[in-house]
Nanobody, 125 residues
C-alpha cells in the first residue's frame, strides 16, 4: 500500500510559477515511476508529466517546455510549473505507477494504481 500526499497548490497570476510536491509513504520500494495528472471542470483527467526511477521523463504537449518533473528520491516527487496560464488551472494529482509498465504511452490513468487526494491550482489572469 502506497500513500501519496500532494502539497504546494495555490493561486497564481498568469505567467507565474508554482512548485508542487508529493510525499510517498508505505510500500514505496516497488515504485518504479510516478506521474502528475490534472483534472478541471468539463475536462477529463489528463496526464501531465511522468518520471521513472532512472530519471527518464515524459510530458504532455500542453506543458512541454514549461513544466519540469523531478524526484528527490523514491519518496518525494516535484512538479515545477512555469509560465502558467488559465488552462493550467485544476486539481493536480500525484500517482505511482504499476510496476513494469514504463513503456509506450505512460501518461494514461490505467498505468497507475496509487493516487493522492489532489492539490488545487488556480491561475488568474
Amino acid at each position: 500500500q502506497v500513500r501519496l500526499v500532494e502539497s504546494g497548490g495555490g493561486s497564481v497570476q498568469a505567467g507565474g510559477s508554482l512548485r508542487l510536491s508529493c510525499a510517498a509513504s508505505g510500500n514505496t520500494a516497488r515504485i518504479q515511476y510516478m506521474a502528475w495528472f490534472r483534472e478541471s471542470p468539463n475536462k477529463e483527467r489528463e496526464g501531465v508529466a511522468a518520471i521513472d526511477f532512472k530519471g527518464d521523463t515524459r510530458y504532455s504537449e500542453s506543458v512541454k517546455g514549461r513544466f519540469t518533473i523531478s524526484r528527490d528520491d523514491v519518496n518525494t516527487l516535484h512538479l515545477q510549473m512555469d509560465i502558467l496560464n488559465s488552462n493550467d488551472s485544476g486539481t493536480y494529482y500525484c500517482a505511482a505507477g504499476i510496476p513494469g509498465l514504463w513503456f509506450g504511452p505512460v501518461l494514461v490513468e490505467h498505468r497507475y494504481r496509487s493516487w493522492g487526494q489532489g492539490t488545487q491550482v488556480t491561475v488568474t489572469s
